[in-house]
């Protein structure tokens, strides 16, 4: 069965797994580091919604053990998409990111095609959106 699982690379990794795991509530799977303590690949989870994490150097290189690979250059990434997590209560999730001091982009809104939802900003500018709308289960 596909899956998909989105990759966030950050420059300062560490900020950016507190900031999933403050303002949204993500919980660490399995986070493994380089001998410099930086992350290498991270794993958290929110019920059934997972995402992986890693660092990113200032030239928009992701080191690995394994390869030296490329997410864009000079930090610019191409291509860029926000990410949108689907939660049962988005009032909750809004009333946690905002206890938190999340960059709130957006106040929490109704939408015609279902649920409510809002938009925040991570520590590293990537956008968020969070809502009750979950396309999979939609008819």
């Known amino acids: ?14 900020a950016g797994l507190a900031w999933l795991k403050d303002a949204l509530g993500f919980e660490e799977h399995g986070v493994f ?19 992986m994490i890693g660092t990113e150097s200032a030239d928009g290189v992701a080191r690995t053990a394994e390869r030296t690979s490329s997410f864009g250059t000079g930090g ?9 997590l689907a939660v049962e209560d988005a009032a909750a999730a809004f009333d946690r990111a905002r ?9 929490l809104e109704s939408r015609d095609y ?3 939802d809002f938009s925040l900003r991570d520590s590293e500018g990537n956008i968020w959106s969070v809502g009750e709308y979950d396309p999979s289960r939609a008819r």
């Open 76 to 84: 610019e990434h191409r291509g860029s998409a926000f990410t949108y």
């Open 33 to 51: 580091r380089a001998d410099d303590g930086s992350i290498q690949h991270g794993e958290l989870r929110l019920g059934d919604a997972w995402v």
């Open 114 to 116: 279902g649920g409510r």
């Open 1 to 14: 069965m596909p899956t998909i699982f989105p990759i966030i690379r950050f420059a300062d990794s560490e």
């Open 99 to 107: 206890a938190a001091g999340a960059d709130l982009t957006s106040e």
